[in-house]
């Protein structure tokens, strides 16, 4: 219990998306106008992808989960697949 508590006082995933997609427009890697749009397509994936992850729905090992929504990150932020 006193983990969860502990936890629960730190920033959210969101919270960190969020802060992070603003740092990219301030540098000038996305519009201002898309910053929610971003946020909204990086959060739904990778929670999509945790979800089949932590379930064993997916086929893909530990790796290849972070190497993919790695580059579904990139792509959106900087407009072309790396």
């Not at 502990?6 to 910053?35: D, F």
């Not at 999509?48 to 929504?69: C, Y």
Request: aromatic share 6%.
């Amino acid at each position: 219990m006193e983990k969860l508590l502990k936890n629960g006082m730190q920033p959210s995933v969101g919270m960190l998306l969020r802060e992070n997609v603003l740092a990219c427009a301030w540098r000038g890697y996305l519009e201002e106008k898309h910053i929610d749009l971003v946020s909204e397509l990086i959060g739904s994936s990778v929670h999509g992808k945790l979800l089949f992850f932590i379930q064993g729905r997916s086929m893909d090992g530990l790796e290849a989960m972070i190497t993919s929504i790695r580059r579904e990150i990139e792509f959106l932020m900087k407009g072309k697949e790396v």
